[in-house]
């Protein structure tokens, strides 16, 4: 089983830039793909990017070239670079990974860009 705990969110202003940590507890090697959803309120939780074992990523269109994911597998930690926020990234955050075919989800940051 793996456990997820995110941080690093919080207020920005627009414009500005955030960077998310999601640290895994278990195996990190088993783990094959990992990736980040967002929630804005009212609306559905969405796919926001994701990096494989290999690190291999991908993006949604609506953050590619501002937001990088990243990993670190020598600290079990997966990253998410986000820069030149607008107001439409407001939502909680939440970090994924699939291991043997099993999604385990983190509890999500807050991240709020307003001015």
């Known amino acids: 089983q793996v456990q997820l705990v995110e941080s690093g969110g919080g207020l920005v202003q627009p414009g500005g830039s955030l960077r998310l940590s999601c640290a895994a507890s278990?195996?990190?090697?088993?783990?094959?793909?990992m990736a980040w959803y967002r929630q804005a309120p009212g609306k559905q939780r969405e796919w926001v990017a994701r990096?494989?074992?290999?690190?291999?990523?991908n993006y949604a269109d609506s953050v590619k070239g501002r937001f990088t994911i990243s990993r670190d597998n020598a600290k079990n930690t997966v990253y998410l670079q986000m820069n030149s926020l607008k107001p439409e990234d407001t939502a909680v955050y939440y970090c994924?990974?699939?291991?043997?075919?099993?999604?385990?989800w983190g509890q999500g940051t807050q991240v709020t860009v307003s001015s």
């Open positions: 990096i494989t074992s290999s690190s291999s990523t």
């Open positions: 278990g195996s990190f090697f088993d783990i094959s793909i």
């Open positions: 994924l990974a699939n291991q043997r075919g099993l999604n385990y």
